[in-house]
């Protein structure tokens, strides 16, 4: 069970002192090591973007967008090993990494995931997404990340992705321009007005763009059922106090639901329930 450290004082609000913050901040420190840029050619399993030059590891979805540009544009015959190598090696470390921890990785080593936390740690009203919110993301991956880049022959949901926003930011603090007046400019423009509504909704609302629109936490989310990490209720001791899904940032009912295809075993109803335990399958 994951205990949090408790500390007083006027930063005690913030609740930085958790295992789960720790391996958060190591995760974006790991996933933006320069010195271990080479091994960008290995695809991770969370929201990771590999056009950033500091860039450790490579994001899965560009690899499936790039499967998909090279055969829209013909390219099947001569260069079919890396098409389809690159759609395979992509979309295994999804289906590797849902099927061993379902969707862990988004809420304990998402960078992005990470940011979204700290902003709706801020003291503000908030309110919880709707119930169906989550049945988009798998839509999303479909169309953005596979028919569309088919059909536009660009790597469409990279325009779009905030982390590939932020990314942009630093070029342009850099001093390399983001060209205003061209397409590519019209595209980084977007993607920074998509950028700021994801960071202004995530001081209202638990992770929005994890809740809302991640491809990838769709996929990891449908392996909540079979991973080999699983939520488990000890249903004859429960009492029905309702304490868990309070505690619960999306507002799932872990006792009804605990293997819900939004829960990102953040584990914060292990900590404040001693009949939910973290149930390991490996």
Known sequence: MIKKHKFSGWLGWLKLFTERRFVQLGALVLANASVLSFMRFLPCGYLQCSNCAISTFSCPLILVQRGAVFLSMGMFGMMSAKIIGSVAVGLAVLVFFGAAVGAWGCGWLCPFGFIQDMLHKIPVPKFHLPGWSGHLRLPIFLGLVVAVPYLSRRLFFCDLCPPGAINRLWQQVAGIPLFFK?????????????????????????????????????????????????????????????????????????????????????????????????????
Request: with cysteine.
């Open 182 to 282: 061209t397409p590519e400019g019209l595209w980084a423009m977007t993607s920074l007005l998509i950028l700021a509504v994801i960071l202004s909704l995530a001081l209202f609302t638990y992770r929005p763009f994890c809740g809302l629109f991640c491809p990838i936490g769709g996929i990891m989310g449908l392996f909540n059922k079979i991973s080999g990490l699983r939520l488990a209720v000890d249903q004859d001791k429960c009492i029905d106090c309702g304490r868990c899904s309070k505690v619960c940032p999306q507002g799932i009912d872990p006792v009804a639901t605990p293997a819900h295809s939004q829960c990102n075993r953040c584990l914060q109803c292990t900590d404040n329930c001693r009949f939910i335990n973290l149930d390991l399958r490996l």
